[in-house]
T-cell receptor, first 113, second 114 residues
Framework: EDKVVQSPLSLVVHEGDTVTLNCSYEVTNFRSLLWYKQEKKAPTFLFMLTSSGIEKKSGRLSSILDKKELFSILNITATQTGDSAVYLCALKWPGGGADGLTFGKGTHLIIQP | DGGITQSPKYLFRKEGQNVTLSCEQNLNHDAMYWYRQDPGQGLRLIYYSQIVNDFQKGDIAEGYSVSREKKESFPLTVTSAQKNPTAFYLC?????????????FGSGTRLTVV
């Protein structure tokens, strides 16, 4: 049973479109929810969310957490081909291996020119 | 510069061979982790270690072994008992305690069985 479920698993859009990636989870005793971007190798950190309803923003990317409904979304506006990547959602919680991270399967995003 | 280094980047293994993947960090992090990544499967935890000379099995430890003799180093051995070892392997480290933050990742090792 997956603790972190991401949807969609893959998504193809055209440059300039806006996309919303979803992450739902079952764990309630988590410390933080994190989003990563993975292009070819190591995932790179995007956002860390701990409080419900507070939007984190970085350029064209933004993310928000809903602790009541147990989900988070990652928005990317005015997408560019450089946004093509796998986007990973992860929970930091005591059951995730020594207070480590449990990952979703990721959303593979492809931005077509 | 502080960071986490994995080597080699690419590794080819013949069936029946053991191979060892290296992971070294100079971040003074106590905790280190090994993940396996397959297409469509996300990252799955193999082993983790919170302190030197101690490590714990993750979700998919069968066919793998680790050691943690030094704080900086957490090598992963893929044994011949691992029936499907072809995958991308990521090492990560973090500080321990009730902190909020995630990991620092290495660049990964892509292992292929030939």
């Amino acid at each position: 049973e997956d603790k972190v479920v991401q949807s969609p698993l893959s998504l193809v859009v055209h440059e300039g479109d806006t996309v919303t990636l979803n992450c739902s989870y079952e764990v309630t005793n988590f410390r933080s929810l994190l989003w990563y971007k993975q292009e070819k190798k190591a995932p790179t950190f995007l956002f860390m969310l701990t409080s419900s309803g507070i939007e984190k923003k970085s350029g064209r990317l933004s993310s928000i957490l809903d602790k009541k409904e147990l989900f988070s979304i990652l928005n990317i506006t005015a997408t560019q081909t450089g946004d093509s990547a796998v986007y990973l959602c992860a929970l930091k919680w005591p059951g995730g291996g020594a207070d480590g991270l449990t990952f979703g399967k990721g959303t593979h995003l492809i931005i077509q020119p | 510069d502080g960071g986490i280094t994995q080597s080699p980047k690419y590794l080819f293994r013949k069936e029946g061979q053991n191979v060892t993947l290296s992971c070294e960090q100079n971040l003074n992090h106590d905790a280190m982790y090994w993940y396996r990544q397959d297409p469509g499967q996300g990252l799955r935890l193999i082993y983790y270690s919170q302190i030197v000379n101690d490590f714990q099995k993750g979700d998919i430890a069968e066919g793998y072994s680790v050691s943690r003799e030094k704080k900086e180093s957490f090598p992963l051995t893929v044994t011949s008992a691992q029936k499907n070892p072809t995958a991308f392997y990521l090492c990560a480290s973090s500080i321990t305690g009730a902190n909020l933050y995630g990991y620092t990742f290495g660049s990964g090792t892509r292992l292929t069985v030939v």
